[in-house]
C-alpha cells in the first residue's frame, strides 16, 4: 500500500458517508422479514442472501479491526447483528430444503473464517500478510455481491426492457461504491477501492441499460417486492408447499391456506 491522502473530506467525510449508506443497505430487508414474521410466510423473501451476508460483513469487520478503521469496521459490526437476525428470523420460515441449505451455507462458511483466523493467528506474522488475508476474502465475498446483478442485466439486453432494475437501489448501489471507491484511493488501499471501483462501473453499466431500454410495465403477476428481489439478484421466488398444493387443487385454495396459517 502506497501513501495515502491527507485531505481530511476524503479521508473522513467520504467514508464516513460511505458508513450510512452501507449500514442502510444492511438494514433494507429488515422491513420485509419483519412482515414475513408477522404473516408467518416467506413468500417472495429468499433468506439464502442473508446467510452470505453474515459472511460478507464479518470478513469486513475484521478487516476493519486489523487495520484500526472504524469507517470500514463500524458499519459491517452493526451489519453482523442486522443479518444474524435476519437469518434466525427467516430460518423458522423457510421450507426444510432451505433450512438445509442455509445450514450447508452457514457451516460452510464459519469453517472458511475459521481457517482464516487460524492462518492469522499462525502463519501471517505481519500486519501486511494479515490484511492481505481477509482483504482477499472481502474482495471476494463483495465481487459476488456485485456480480450479482449481471444475470438481470442480460435480460435487459435480452427482452430489451429495464423493468427488472430497480433504479433507486442501483443508484444506492451506485453510490455506495463510488464512496468507497474514492475513500479506497485516498487511502491507497486496493483492498478496498478495486471490488468497488468494478461494483461502480457495474452500477454505471445498470444505469444506462435503464436509459437505453426504457422500463415497461411488467405482467400482473410480478409484485413489487419480486421486482426488488430481480434487481438485487440477491432475492428470488421461493416455492411453497402450499403453492404447490393450490396449483393441483384450485378449487381447495382457500381451504388449504387456512390450514397452513393455524
Known amino acids: 500500500m502506497g501513501e495515502h491522502s491527507d485531505n481530511v473530506?476524503?479521508?473522513?467525510v467520504v467514508p464516513?458517508?460511505?458508513a450510512v449508506i452501507s449500514l442502510a443497505m444492511y438494514a433494507s430487508p429488515v422491513q420485509a422479514v419483519l412482515a414475513?414474521?408477522?404473516?408467518?410466510?416467506?413468500g417472495d423473501l429468499n433468506p439464502i442472501?442473508?446467510?452470505?451476508?453474515?459472511?460478507n460483513t464479518i470478513v469486513w469487520a475484521v478487516y476493519?479491526?486489523?487495520?484500526?478503521?472504524p469507517y470500514v469496521t463500524a458499519p459491517n459490526a452493526m451489519g453482523v447483528v442486522v443479518a444474524v437476525f435476519c437469518v434466525l428470523t427467516s430460518f423458522s420460515l423457510a421450507s426444510e430444503q432451505v433450512r438445509d441449505r442455509i445450514r450447508l451455507l452457514l457451516c460452510t462458511e464459519f469453517?472458511?473464517?475459521s481457517l482464516l483466523g487460524v492462518l492469522t493467528s499462525f502463519s501471517a506474522g505481519t500486519l501486511k500478510a494479515q490484511?492481505?488475508?481477509?482483504?482477499?476474502?472481502?474482495?471476494?465475498?463483495?465481487?459476488?455481491?456485485y456480480a450479482a446483478p449481471l444475470s438481470t442485466m442480460a435480460e435487459v439486453i435480452r427482452t430489451r426492457n429495464s423493468a427488472s432494475i430497480l433504479l433507486p437501489l442501483c443508484i444506492m448501489n451506485m453510490l455506495n461504491a463510488a464512496l468507497w471507491t474514492t475513500y479506497g484511493v485516498a487511502m491507497a488501499d486496493g483492498y478496498i477501492y478495486v471490488p468497488n471501483g468494478i461494483g461502480l462501473v457495474l452500477s454505471l453499466a445498470q444505469l444506462a441499460l435503464a436509459l437505453v431500454f426504457p422500463a415497461r410495465p411488467k405482467p400482473a403477476s410480478s409484485s413489487p417486492a419480486a421486482a426488488l428481489h430481480?434487481?438485487?439478484?440477491?432475492?428470488?421466488?421461493l416455492e411453497h408447499p402450499e403453492d404447490e398444493m393450490a396449483r393441483m387443487n384450485p378449487g381447495d385454495s382457500t381451504s388449504t391456506k387456512h390450514q397452513m396459517t393455524m
Not at 473530506?9 to 473522513?12: A, N
Not at 414475513?36 to 410466510?41: E, G, K, L, N
Open 49 to 55: 442472501p442473508f446467510a452470505i451476508t453474515v459472511t
Open 16 to 18: 464516513a458517508l460511505g
Open 9 to 12: 473530506f476524503l479521508t473522513s
Open 64 to 69: 476493519g479491526l486489523i487495520k484500526h478503521d
Open 111 to 113: 469453517a472458511i473464517l
Open 131 to 145: 490484511l492481505g488475508i481477509w482483504g482477499m476474502a472481502g474482495n471476494v465475498v463483495t465481487l459476488i455481491y
Open 36 to 42: 414475513a414474521q408477522r404473516s408467518r410466510q416467506l
Open 230 to 237: 430481480e434487481a438485487t439478484g440477491a432475492y428470488s421466488r
